[in-house]
Structures are given as C-alpha cells and as structure tokens.
C-alpha cells in the first residue's frame, strides 16, 4: 500500500507541475498578447501625432507663404534698402573706429620716435663735446706757447 501511496503522489506531483507550468504558459502568452496590443496602439498614437504635427507644419507653411507673397516688392525693396543703409552706416562707423585707433598708435609711436631721438642726439652731442675738448685739450699740449682759441675762432677756423 505504501508503494500505491507513493506513486500515487509522486503522480499528483507530476500533475501539479504540469498544470503550474499550463498556468505560466497561459499567462506568459497573455501578458505578450497585452504587450503587442500596447506596442501597437503606442506605435498608432505616435504615428497621429506625427501627421498632427506635419499638418500644422504644412499650415503654418502655407500661412507664411501667403503673408509673404502679399507683400509687394517695392515694400521689400525698401526693407531691403534700409538693411543695407544700416549695414554701411555700421560699417563706416567701425571703419571710422578703426582709423582713429590706428592714429592713436601712430601719434604714440611717433612720440616714442622723436623722445629716441632727442635722447640719442643728446648723447651723441654730448659725446662730441668731450671728443671736441679732448681734441682741443691735445692741440693745446701740442702747442704750449700759444693763446687757446675761443670756441667762436674753432668753428671759423673748421669752415676754412
């Protein structure tokens, strides 16, 4: 009896499983049934949407082109003409902005040029009075007996 008892369950077992595993296959393919249907009516909306969005596209389009083809081309010759007015003004101003700036920097380079200069002929003129006084201090040692000459007679005596 016990073997009866045994194969017995061991039958209610198998049944058990096999009526579980019945049960998950009906509710896998139910719950892919549901995901289908949600795929296609997700798929449907956003195709709606679409053709909503190209409608008003197309009208929108069709509503620019219509103010745009009303307008004549004489009031758009004269948007156009005032485009470019405003376009050379601002240019003539940035140019005018420019040339003032690049007189800025030549004034300074120019101030940067005559203070080098005054420098350096200073020094040079400095220089050349001691070449000069070391020159006339020679001849002096040269010639002893001799009156030393102003600088007035040095410069009349160098043009002759």
């Known amino acids: 009896m016990e073997v009866i008892i045994i194969i017995a369950f ?12 019945w049960l998950l296959q009906q509710r896998i393919e ?8 949600q795929t296609v009516k ?5 195709e709606k949407a679409y053709e909503s969005r190209m409608r008003e596209t197309l009208e929108s389009l069709q509503t620019a082109y219509q103010v ?24 003539e101003q940035a140019c005018q902005n420019q040339l003032t700036e690049n007189n800025q920097q030549l004034q300074v380079a120019i101030q940067s ?3 080098t200069y005054e420098t350096q002929l200073s020094q040079i ?7 000069q006084e070391s020159f006339l201090a020679e001849i002096r040692q040269q ?7 102003t600088p007035i007679q040095e410069l009349s005596s160098s043009n002759e």
């Open 30 to 37: 139910e719950q892919q049934r549901d995901y289908s249907q």
């Open 42 to 46: 997700t798929v449907s909306e956003l």
């Open 125 to 131: 003129t400095a220089q050349l009075k001691q070449q």
């Open 113 to 115: 040029l005559q203070t």
């Open 143 to 149: 010639l002893p007996n001799t009156e030393p000459p």
């Open 68 to 91: 745009n083809s009303s307008v004549s081309p004489e009031k758009l010759q004269a948007q156009y003409q005032e485009i470019l007015q405003d376009s050379l003004t601002s240019l």
């Open 10 to 21: 061991i039958i209610g077992v198998g049944i058990g499983f096999g009526i579980t595993y």
